[in-house]
């Protein structure tokens, strides 16, 4: 196939462009969601879940026999449509190989094995278990300019014509969305998530101080493949969100400095964000920016409001000492996703009722925050003090 810079085929062409539609057209979980984002005082919260690591235990509890993200699942714990529409191929927790690392057997360790798992990383696990436990990653991909070449650069070749095989099926979804209003809304790996999935955590911290030009390299490509791949979906709709997965932040604060992420890769950002903008079609629709990491977040709230006119954040780790409620107070812009505690869903109704009488209230007259757990919902978390949980949300949401 021939291709043109963008990685489009010349003879593939953009069909229904249009604007924001009309409020009425939207649907009840896209009013939802934005008013949400537009920071709306009073406005019915939004009704979703972060994830689950529940789900068999709760089958063992009662729970009827039904699958996560099915409409029966939606319908049991009273969750709305998401009233976005997500846009993929540009990675989450890890970048988007194209093709994936061959998944093998590294070594039998006896009770344990090391697997090279489809991102290139050898993972330690218990022998014949892959989930349930958080795995140990002895081993990643890219150590210096010769791993990068050999394992992963290729791999992100942002011309490659496989990342677009299924562009018009992909974007006929999109655009039938964006007329019932759905936030159509970008996801993808934010620089410091592609950086650490391939060279590591610990190592990348050095890598930043020994070898800035393997860090540079890597990120000229971060932004070459988004930039094809946005520029791509920006020939049939617009974005209202580009959601970065980055997760630089542990329980007390950030993994790197804003000193070193301004230096480093707020540049990569900043030119992505300026080429997206430039390319929106509805040049009058705000774009929403959104932030995702784990831990204690907030010394980066004002950091990313500031330099790249961050709109969302979450989850806000509760256990990291993230108070949705304070942090709201503090700043009055920033649409809030996450802070519901998932130790205390865990304590018991009594336990439940005051923490959300303490949030949601507070929470809802500012406008601006969809509650749901701080990350996945554990297995310590009892199905009946899940449903109790969702039934409070509801009575102290609509």
Same mark, same amino acid.
């Given at each position: 196939?021939?291709?043109?810079?963008?990685?489009?085929?010349?003879?593939?062409?953009?069909?229904?462009?249009?604007?924001?539609?009309?409020?009425?057209?939207? &649907?009840? *979980? #896209? @009013?939802?969601?934005?008013? /949400?984002?537009?920071?709306?005082?009073?406005?019915? +919260? =939004?009704?979703?879940?972060?994830?689950?690591?529940?789900?068999?235990?709760?089958?063992?509890?009662?729970?009827?026999?039904?699958?996560?993200?099915?409409?029966?699942?939606?319908?049991?714990?009273?969750?709305?449509?998401?009233?976005?529409?997500?846009?993929?191929?540009?990675?989450?927790?890890?970048?988007?190989?194209?093709?994936?690392?061959?998944?093998?057997?590294?070594?039998?360790?006896?009770?344990?094995?090391?697997?090279?798992?489809?991102?290139?990383?050898?993972?330690?696990?218990?022998?014949?278990?892959?989930?349930?436990?958080?795995?140990?990653?002895?081993?990643?991909?890219?150590?210096?300019?010769?791993?990068?070449?050999?394992?992963?650069?290729?791999?992100?070749?942002?011309?490659?014509?496989?990342?677009?095989?299924?562009?018009?099926?992909?974007?006929?979804?999109?655009? &039938?969305? *964006? #007329? @019932?209003?759905?936030?159509? /809304?970008?996801?993808?790996?934010?620089?410091?998530? +592609? =950086?650490?999935?391939?060279?590591?955590?610990?190592?990348?911290?050095?890598?930043?101080?020994?070898?800035?030009?393997?860090?540079?390299?890597?990120?000229?490509?971060?932004?070459?493949?988004?930039?094809?791949?946005?520029?791509?979906?920006?020939?049939?709709?617009?974005?209202?969100?580009?959601?970065?997965?980055?997760?630089?932040?542990?329980?007390?604060?950030?993994?790197?400095?804003?000193?070193?992420?301004?230096?480093?890769?707020?540049?990569?950002?900043?030119?992505?964000?300026?080429?997206?903008?430039?390319?929106?079609?509805?040049?009058?629709?705000?774009?929403?920016?959104?932030?995702?990491?784990?831990?204690?977040?907030?010394?980066?709230?004002?950091?990313?409001?500031?330099?790249?006119?961050?709109?969302?954040?979450?989850?806000?780790?509760?256990?990291?000492?993230?108070?949705?409620?304070?942090?709201? @107070?503090?700043?009055?812009?920033?649409?809030?996703?996450?802070?519901?505690?998932?130790?205390?869903?865990?304590?018991?109704?009594?336990?439940?009722?005051?923490?959300?009488?303490?949030?949601?209230?507070?929470?809802?007259?500012?406008?601006?925050?969809?509650?749901?757990?701080?990350?996945?919902?554990?297995?310590?978390?009892?199905?009946?003090?899940?449903?109790?949980?969702?039934?409070?949300?509801?009575?102290?949401?609509?």
């Amino acid at each position: 196939m021939n291709m043109n810079p963008n990685g489009i085929s010349p003879l593939i062409q953009p069909t229904d462009i249009h604007g924001l539609p009309p409020r009425e057209l939207w &649907t009840d *979980a #896209a @009013r939802r969601r934005r008013d /949400t984002y537009a920071i709306t005082p009073g406005a019915p +919260f =939004l009704k979703c879940e972060f994830g689950f690591y529940c789900w068999e235990e709760w089958k063992e509890q009662g729970m009827p026999d039904i699958e996560q993200n099915s409409p029966e699942a939606s319908a049991l714990f009273h969750y709305d449509e998401p009233g976005a529409h997500p846009l993929w191929c540009l990675g989450w927790c890890e970048p988007e190989y194209v093709p994936q690392f061959e998944v093998k057997l590294i070594e039998d360790r006896g009770s344990t094995e090391v697997e090279q798992d489809w991102a290139g990383r050898h993972v330690l696990y218990f022998k014949g278990r892959r989930q349930g436990f958080m795995p140990e990653y002895i081993g990643h991909p890219v150590v210096d300019m010769e791993t990068w070449k050999a394992n992963a650069e290729w791999r992100l070749d942002p011309q490659d014509p496989r990342r677009y095989e299924d562009l018009e099926q992909r974007m006929g979804v999109a655009r &039938t969305a *964006a #007329a @019932r209003g759905e936030m159509i /809304t970008q996801h993808l790996a934010g620089s410091f998530m +592609f =950086l650490r999935s391939m060279v590591g955590p610990t190592e990348l911290l050095y890598a930043f101080y020994d070898q800035p030009e393997l860090i540079e390299t890597i990120m000229q490509r971060w932004l070459e493949l988004a930039d094809a791949v946005t520029s791509a979906h920006q020939r049939y709709v617009t974005y209202d969100e580009i959601f970065f997965a980055e997760d630089n932040c542990y329980n007390n604060g950030p993994l790197i400095s804003p000193d070193m992420t301004r230096e480093m890769l707020l540049p990569y950002y900043k030119e992505l964000l300026r080429r997206v903008r430039e390319r929106q079609l509805d040049k009058s629709r705000h774009l929403y920016l959104q932030i995702d990491t784990d831990g204690m977040c907030e010394p980066l709230i004002g950091f990313y409001m500031e330099e790249i006119g961050m709109d969302a954040m979450s989850p806000f780790e509760v256990a990291s000492g993230c108070d949705v409620v304070e942090i709201g @107070r503090r700043y009055p812009g920033l649409c809030m996703r996450g802070g519901i505690d998932k130790r205390v869903l865990a304590a018991g109704p009594d336990a439940i009722d005051a923490m959300l009488e303490r949030i949601l209230p507070a929470m809802r007259e500012r406008g601006g925050y969809i509650p749901c757990c701080d990350h996945g919902v554990p297995a310590e978390v009892s199905y009946s003090d899940y449903l109790h949980y969702r039934r409070r949300c509801v009575e102290l949401g609509e």
